[in-house]
């Protein structure tokens, strides 16, 4: 270990201006936390290969280390502060009937206060230093504030083969420890949920669609879908400078309140309702013409089983659409490329992409009808 | 009008469903996962685990580049398992969703910055270690070297080194400076403190005798400073202050153009060098810091002023300083909202 200590040594002597001694007993405290974790992780011993790992989690830490230094006292503080409270965010709920914000900012404030200390204390006894030990120069802070991340981020194992963050675990009972309202909000929450339904989303077949998704077994391979999807849509949005709507998906997707997201996103209801529409709008635009194969797979409605209609459905959508539309399908179904298509139908590839979204649109009302339970035929 | 609505409803819904995949209480035992400031429970859950699995580095190490960390959760991958794991334990959206909340939090945070269980201010850290004493406390290490007969309580020197900055900027005479400085300890005792200060200056300055050796003057003094005469304690304080303000002035003359002093502070040692420098005529004031910090240079109508980040060496100047003025050098040391310590630079003819 003797090479992983002048590796640490070095690399803080060289970037930073911190004294020897300081560099030394830094190095001595990484190297030995090092020197630890390789000595005690059975995969490492396994691997063969402890020198390498030695070498690439000391780096790790010294790259910690200095990033720290870099920002100095003030803006390194308000680095790690930031980084934890977004990690927790979603883990601190307030007592209130609904969580909010500031209620939430208020919780982090006191929670990560506490986390210090017990970070603090962790650092003192894994690396043996006395009950007293303090940071005093700021090579030191950096070395507390970047075992502090690290301390937090730790995976715990849980039953079940999970594991979770241990400064999520800790949020977690902090927030369980908040009076017993809290029990109450999270069913609040969930109401909050369909309160804000009523202002965009419909109602109640959500509400049955999502129990009807919550009881399915969560399957693996779906799950590995649903998540290459929401990449794809973020990745969409992204591309169509939908910034905003690829955050507000975000916040979306971690079960926010509507209130909670106009907060964040600093925004009046009125225009958190607008860019509600707006993503709505992206959102079919990417279901329906750029992404569909992805989506379609989901829907167990790919082209080869007829878009998951049934056959009268089948029959229905081929009476409907036109004659070049219906050539169009011919041709998807031959697996032809778009461009190949174009040529066939003579037109451009922007057509044919605009003729298939409107053939999809209609493969999914009819499959729709079905699926909200109104029979097709009372449409008609 | 709702042709569309309901399948990607049922799209939207799909997609955020169980919102967040890494939300898991902890398994319903909640008592084994008790205490917030209760180690015990998680730390045994630790040592159960392969420490591994703390890393966020998981790709092998020959090949980590050290710009793509994230959460290991297994036996070490190869690239194409490490891809799936990244995908699968960090998603993109978690990413997205922590920067978000990082970026509107950070403007807060930055207008509230949060304290570290040991500090009571936000303050800097330095590349030296900032002292651990309180403000008052910094100077005064010094205070414990000066050469007194007995040991006095440090809130007295404290006070005497207090006075002793004031009364070196002044032109007053030796006896009067000693008198003045100790004069709001012992109020209403001029005269028997003009007398002793006339005693004290008789005898040889301590520190100016090599060997520190009892001189007359400690003779007769008991062992402690509790135990002292009121007369006792004020030749003591006497005594002490002349020390100070021995240490506090630097005196230079054409013939004898040098002079170094040396003060102890909670942070390692200061050197000031004073020098006269003939040919140019300028007064010259040599710094060695021993952390961070600043020195202000005052002539009679001139000023200079230098600081630097780090401990080292600064220099200030004056051109042309007035025969028998007494030029002020603040010392600023950073670290903990500390007062300057305030020397004086005296250029004097030959004849003093």
Partial sequence: ?380 | MNRETEAIKNLLNWLLQEPNPNFSKPSGDSSQETGFDEFGAADQQLNDSDPLDSEEVSIPPSQFNGSNPFFFSGYPFSPEESQLFESGDRPAVQDRFHALIQRRLRAEIEHKPPLFPWETEVCEYFDSATPDVVPAYFWTAQLQNLSLPIPMPETILANLLEQCQEVVQTSLREGAKLVQAVESLFPGQSNALNQLAGLVLASPSRSAALAPQPSRLQEGFPSDYDVATPAQRMALSLIAAREIIESLTLTVSPSQPQAERQWQTAAGTLTLTADYQIATGRLRVQGELPCPGSLQFQGADAEAIAQRSNPGSLSVEIPDPELGQTNRLEVRLEGANLAPLVFAIRFVTEAE
């Fill in chain 1, 1 to 380: 270990m003797e090479a992983i200590f002048n590796l640490l040594f070095d690399e803080l002597k060289q970037s930073t201006q911190a004294s020897e001694q300081n560099c030394r007993d830094v190095a001595t405290r990484l190297t030995g936390e090092v020197t630890r974790i390789c000595s005690e992780s059975r995969r490492i011993q396994a691997s063969g290969e402890v020198e390498t790992w030695s070498v690439t989690l000391a780096r790790h830490r010294s790259k910690q280390c200095l990033k720290y230094y870099q920002l100095g006292s003030q803006r390194g503080r308000v680095e790690l502060h930031s980084t934890l409270s977004a990690v927790i965010y979603r883990y601190i709920t307030p007592p209130q009937v609904q969580s909010s914000y500031q209620a939430r900012l208020t919780l982090i404030e006191d929670f990560l206060q506490g986390f210090y200390i017990e970070a603090l204390n962790a650092f003192r006894r894994e690396n043996q230093m006395p009950a007293t030990y303090r940071p005093r120069s700021l090579l030191e802070l950096a070395e507390y504030m970047a075992f502090t991340e690290r301390y937090g981020k730790r995976r715990i194992p849980l039953p079940g083969r999970r594991s979770q963050q241990l400064i999520i675990l800790r949020a977690q009972t902090f927030s369980q420890q908040q009076p017993p309202e809290t029990s109450v909000d999270m069913e609040q929450a969930a109401e909050g949920m369909s309160g804000e339904n009523e202002r965009g989303w419909g109602t109640a077949s959500v509400q049955q669609v999502r129990e009807q998704m919550v009881a399915q077994e969560p399957e693996p391979a779906e799950d590995v879908l649903r998540h290459a999807v929401i990449a794809e849509l973020l990745k969409y949005l992204e591309e169509r400078q939908q910034t905003d709507c690829a955050d507000y998906f975000a916040l979306r997707l971690q079960d926010l309140p509507a209130n909670e997201i106009e907060a964040i996103l600093k925004l009046t209801p009125r225009q958190r309702d607008y860019l509600q529409q707006r993503f709505k709008y992206h959102l079919i635009r990417f279901a329906l013409s750029h992404h569909w194969e992805l989506v379609h797979q989901w829907l167990e409605a790919d082209l080869e089983r007829n878009f998951g209609l049934t056959p009268q459905q089948w029959q229905l959508l081929q009476d409907r659409i036109t004659p070049q539309q219906l050539e169009l399908l011919r041709l998807k179904q031959k697996g032809l490329a778009d461009g190949a298509i174009a040529q066939a139908l003579g037109c451009t590839a922007t057509q044919v992409q605009k003729q298939w979204s409107k053939l999809l649109e209609q493969a999914w009302e009819i499959r729709n009808n079905l699926v909200s339970g109104a029979g097709a035929s009372t449409d008609e």
